[in-house]
């Protein structure tokens, strides 16, 4: 593609192009499609701030039409625009505002995944309650939205900053990941820690990536 081949300016002209036409022809998934690929040109460029509202019309529209697809890669790129800032406050600013998005157009999964970014954030800069409070919601979310693999992970981050020697969460992630398709590395190391907290006394729980 023009943009991977460093033509931006030539890649942001087309795709302003195909907007237009989409828009002449009222095809709404073509104008998402437009905005979304606009959107991760301007990103690229480091106007995160207006690839944001981009994104944030090209959700709506998605949405709008039932287009499970196309919101689910319009969030996975604005996912990673806002992984490549490197400064801890944007980038908490950046995800809050994504969360918004989310909250706005009810896109529940979603929500789900950003509360447990947030909650990593925050937990790395010390603030543990905060941390706990946001995966709790996390932890809700996803189980609203039936997303049981992203939930395994929630309880695995309420299990590392859980109280030592509360199994709880452990135990439903264990339980959980035998329900659902869950990588099996990963199922193997959560019952390898179980049962080392179990054959423990007062040891501090073990953590998981």
Not at 2 to 24: F, P, T
Not at 186 to 208: H, I, K, N, V
């Amino acid at each position: 593609m023009l943009n991977e081949q460093g033509e931006v300016d030539r890649a942001l002209e087309l795709w302003q192009r195909s907007l237009a036409i989409a828009e002449r022809t009222d095809h709404a998934s073509n104008k998402a499609a437009a905005l979304n690929n606009i959107a991760g040109v301007i990103a690229k460029q480091g106007e995160i701030d207006r690839a944001l509202d981009l994104w944030q019309q090209s959700l709506e529209i998605s949405e709008s039409i039932s287009d499970i697809r196309g919101r689910d890669i319009a969030f996975n790129q604005m996912a990673e625009a806002i992984t490549e800032h490197r400064n801890p406050e944007r980038t908490l600013e950046l995800w809050e505002r994504s969360l918004e998005i989310a909250e706005r157009i009810a896109y529940v999964k979603g929500k789900a995944s950003i509360l447990c970014t947030i909650a990593n954030i925050v937990y790395e800069q010390g603030d543990t309650p905060r941390s706990l409070e946001l995966l709790t919601q996390s932890a809700r979310a996803a189980g609203q939205a039936g997303a049981d693999a992203n939930l395994v992970t929630v309880l695995g981050n309420l299990d590392i900053i859980s109280e030592p020697g509360d199994l709880t969460y452990l135990a439903q992630a264990t339980w959980l990941c035998l329900r659902v398709e869950f990588p099996l590395k990963e199922t193997l190391s959560l019952f390898c820690y179980l049962f080392d907290a179990l054959g423990s006394t007062g040891s501090t729980m073990q953590s998981y990536s």
